[in-house]
């Protein structure tokens, strides 16, 4: 059952979580500009850099520390890269074709293959469905890699490479808000979902003339029934950009992706850190799929003029 609840003819309130009440609603601007602007209820952020009122546990928290590590590809001198929806949140497709579908086709081997009399033919179904489900989640987890979002601090802008689109937006005219996005989650019935949403506004498109489109949404992150960590990656990137209080960063000095740890094969010895390596690793697949797809050898590159805007050549993700 929703936890948002409509308390006027264009306002609807959620839940309250860590000192913030989302307040969402119709805006003259999404039923212009968005698609499907009629019917998107959302918070709007940016313009207006609006600060969320969160309430944190102990300075750790409040440096959003957690932010940085599950999103960021990387602390710079001047600019942050932050990781888009589609490569933080992909361990959802993984374990959906890896493991709930071979639980599925398991069971639909036990009730309905098993019975097929003859053996080839049984055989040849049977694996064929658990190489179709394994490949599927092979492919989820290494498809190609999205060029994380460019939040430069240096030059007040933010560089974006979406769909083969080269977008060059001034901080204080990025368009971003949460939007409420209810979905159907199996037998589990209804569920609030929620998504921060970067508005790519056509005008902003630098190697196409898009004059007359609507805008075009980038999913930066989602969640299912808590806001709080879109807030929290809102916050996050609000204060890099502003300078409003500190947070958590750290100057990387390498891509942020998984490998082996030479700083502890060198404390504890080189054989007993291959041995560890090769006996976690399967674990990290199962419960840190969003990290390993880091490894995808799939990745998007920036342009030529992004490089240069920035002052530097980077392609992590």
């Avoid at 694996?127 to 290494?142: D, K, P, T, V, W």
Wanted: a neutral charge; hydrophobic letters at 40%.
């Amino acid at each position: 059952m929703s936890k948002i609840k409509q308390v006027s003819s264009n306002l609807w309130v959620g839940p309250s979580m860590m000192g913030v009440t989302p307040h969402f609603k119709r805006t003259e601007h999404a039923i212009k500009y968005y698609p499907k602007g009629e019917s998107l209820i959302h918070d709007p952020l940016q313009p207006g850099n609006k600060k969320p009122s969160l309430i944190y546990k102990n300075k750790e928290t409040e440096d959003l520390g957690e932010v940085f590590e599950g999103a960021s590809a990387g602390g710079h001198e001047g600019y942050l890269d932050m990781r888009v929806d589609s490569v933080v949140n992909r361990g959802e497709g993984f374990y959906i074709m890896g493991i709930i579908g071979i639980l599925f086709w398991w069971s639909f081997e036990y009730f309905v293959l098993s019975a097929i009399q003859d053996e080839l033919i049984r055989d040849i179904s049977i694996y064929s469905g658990y190489a179709f489900f394994g490949i599927g989640a092979l492919i989820c987890l290494f498809r190609t890699l999205h060029t994380p979002v460019r939040f430069h601090k240096a030059n007040q802008e933010v560089y974006v490479w979406h769909k083969k689109v080269l977008y060059r937006i001034p901080w204080d005219e990025c368009e971003l808000s949460i939007r409420v996005d209810n979905r159907n989650i199996g037998l589990k019935g209804q569920q609030d979902g929620y998504q921060l949403t970067l508005w790519l506004n056509p005008k902003h498109a630098i190697n196409k003339d898009l004059t007359g489109q609507k805008h075009v949404p980038l999913n930066m992150f989602h969640n299912m029934d808590h806001h709080i960590p879109l807030y929290a990656y809102w916050e996050y990137v609000r204060r890099y950009m502003t300078g409003d209080t500190s947070l958590y960063i750290e100057m990387s000095k390498e891509p942020r992706v998984p490998g082996f740890n030479t700083e502890m094969a060198k404390r504890v010895g080189y054989i007993k850190a291959i041995f560890l390596f090769v006996i976690m690793t399967p674990f990290a697949f199962l419960f840190k799929p969003a990290k390993m797809a880091l490894l995808s050898p799939f990745k998007e590159k920036w342009p030529a003029e992004v490089h240069e805007w920035t002052g530097e050549r980077c392609d992590w993700h």
